[in-house]
C-alpha cells in the first residue's frame, strides 16, 4: 500500500527566515506529485508539480520554490518567508504513467510566519 | 476569476435528510474529485470521474459526459459523521493544473 508522508508536522518562522517541507511516497514508483497551500478557513491552491524526477512545474509560485531531487520525494521551500505564507501547506500524489488523476493527499503541514 | 464555482458555501441537515452539492465550471474538464476535509485537515477522497456516476454507501457523484462542465455530489440518510467540508477539484484537459472550488462546510445536526 502507498504511504505520504509529509514534514515537520508544524513551523512558527519568523518573517524573512528560510523554509523547507518535505513530502515523501512511498509504495509507488514514478508518481506524479504537487504542492497545494490552503489558507485558513479557505480554499486549495495548487502551486506546483511534478511528474519525474528533476523537473517541476509552477501553477502559482506565491515566491515559493518546489524541487524533486529524488523519484519518491518533492521538496518545497523559500529563502525569505513572508506574513501571507502562513497557512496549510499540503502533498499529493497520484499514480502517473496515463492513468486517472485520482490524488491522495498527505496529512499537511501548518505554518505560521510572525 | 474562478474556475469552479461550488455551491451552497453552507449547509446545515437533519440526521436522516438529504442533499445535494455541486460544482460548476467555467471550461470544459478532463475530470472532477470529490472530498471531505475534517477538522485535522486530512482530505479524504470521495469519488474520481471522468465521467458518469459513481455511488458508494449513502454518497453518489455524477459528473456532467457531454459537456463536462459541471459536477453533483449527493449525501443520502445524513449522518453525524458526514460532517466537515466538502470540495470538488477539477483537471483542465491536457495539464495537471488541477481548481478546487471554495467549499461546502456541512453540518449533520441530530
Known amino acids: 500500500a502507498q504511504t505520504i508522508h509529509q514534514w515537520p508536522v508544524a513551523e512558527i518562522k519568523a518573517v524573512g527566515s528560510p523554509l523547507s517541507l518535505g513530502c515523501t511516497i512511498k509504495?509507488?514508483?514514478?508518481?506524479?506529485l504537487y504542492w497545494y497551500w490552503q489558507a485558513t478557513g479557505g480554499t486549495l491552491q495548487q502551486l506546483f508539480y511534478?511528474?519525474?524526477?528533476?523537473?517541476v512545474e509552477s501553477v502559482v509560485q506565491l515566491n515559493l520554490s518546489a524541487s524533486r531531487p529524488k523519484d519518491d520525494q518533492f521538496i518545497l521551500s523559500t529563502e525569505k518567508l513572508l506574513l501571507s505564507h502562513s497557512g496549510f501547506y499540503l502533498c499529493?500524489?497520484?499514480?502517473?504513467?496515463?492513468?486517472?488523476?485520482?490524488?491522495?493527499f498527505g496529512p499537511g503541514t501548518r505554518l505560521l510566519v510572525l | 476569476g474562478d474556475q469552479v464555482e461550488q455551491s451552497p458555501s453552507a449547509l446545515s441537515l437533519h440526521e436522516g435528510t438529504d442533499s445535494a452539492l455541486r460544482c460548476n465550471f467555467t471550461?470544459?474538464?478532463?475530470?472532477v474529485q470529490w472530498f471531505r476535509q475534517n477538522s485535522r485537515g486530512s482530505l479524504i477522497s470521495l469519488f474520481y470521474l471522468a465521467s458518469g456516476t459513481k455511488e458508494n454507501g449513502r454518497l453518489k457523484s455524477a459528473f456532467d459526459s457531454k459537456e463536462r462542465r459541471y459536477s453533483t455530489l449527493h449525501i443520502r440518510d445524513a449522518q453525524l459523521e458526514d460532517s466537515g467540508t466538502y470540495f470538488c477539484?477539477?483537471?483542465?484537459?491536457?495539464?495537471?493544473?488541477?481548481?478546487f472550488g471554495k467549499g461546502t462546510s456541512l453540518t449533520v445536526i441530530p
Open positions: 499529493a500524489w497520484s499514480p502517473g504513467l496515463g492513468g486517472p488523476d485520482t490524488q491522495y
Open positions: 477539484a477539477a483537471e483542465v484537459p491536457g495539464y495537471q493544473n488541477f481548481y
Open positions: 509504495g509507488k514508483s514514478s508518481p506524479n
Open positions: 471550461t470544459t474538464m478532463r475530470s
Open positions: 511534478s511528474i519525474t524526477v528533476g523537473q
